[in-house]
């Protein structure tokens, strides 16, 4: 398996064209639907162990982001033996009332995972969450950055971004 013959079976499960709005608030004519490789057990297993080579090792816990990154964290973390936690949009306001849910994370080096990346605003609405359970964030790895130019976070622009592909990549493939 190379890279270029996952990105190819990435682009042919999950490219749809037509005219769709985004988190960020622009409309694209290509999406990019996680989950249609997020619900195909081989795939999912695939996009997990390219992703893994992209996990600095210094990490100690995978951080999935809901919804999307939370399948995809999972099966890294069953992949590899890191734990997993997951990150809601918010606390509950009933259980635990936690805003990371899974392990006490106090004082970890924790990676965020997420699905797919046009700006980063999901990310950057985690990261006080995260930070507030009292992880260290140390940087991000997603399955695809959709956005334009070098993968960064205008909100947290210190922290790496970890692409598994580009959409380039991915149109590339398409092709």
């Known amino acids: 398996m190379t890279d270029a013959t996952l990105a190819a079976d990435l682009a042919a499960i999950a490219t749809l064209r037509g005219s769709f709005l985004l988190r960020s608030g622009t409309i694209a004519d290509i999406y990019f639907d996680k ?7 081989a795939l999912l297993r695939r ?3 390219a992703m893994l080579s992209l996990v600095p090792g210094e990490t100690q816990v995978l951080a999935g982001l809901e919804l999307g990154g939370v399948p995809i964290a999972t099966a890294m973390s069953l992949a590899s033996g890191v734990p997993a936690v997951f990150v809601r ?3 509950k306001d009933y259980g635990t009332c936690l805003a990371v849910e ?14 797919v990346i046009s700006t980063g605003g999901a990310i950057a609405d985690a990261v006080p969450l995260v930070r507030a359970a009292g992880a260290q964030i140390i940087g991000v790895v ?5 956005g334009e130019g070098e993968p960064r976070i205008a ?14 990549d991915l149109e590339g493939a398409a092709a």
């Open 89 to 91: 949009k918010q606390a």
């Open 47 to 49: 996009l997990a162990d």
């Open 102 to 115: 899974g392990g006490d994370v106090s004082g970890k080096r924790m990676l965020l995972v997420e699905d």
């Open 35 to 41: 989950y249609r490789f997020e619900g195909d057990p």
């Open 142 to 146: 997603c399955a695809i950055w959709r």
């Open 155 to 168: 909100g947290v622009p210190e922290l790496p971004v970890y692409p598994a592909f580009t959409r380039a």
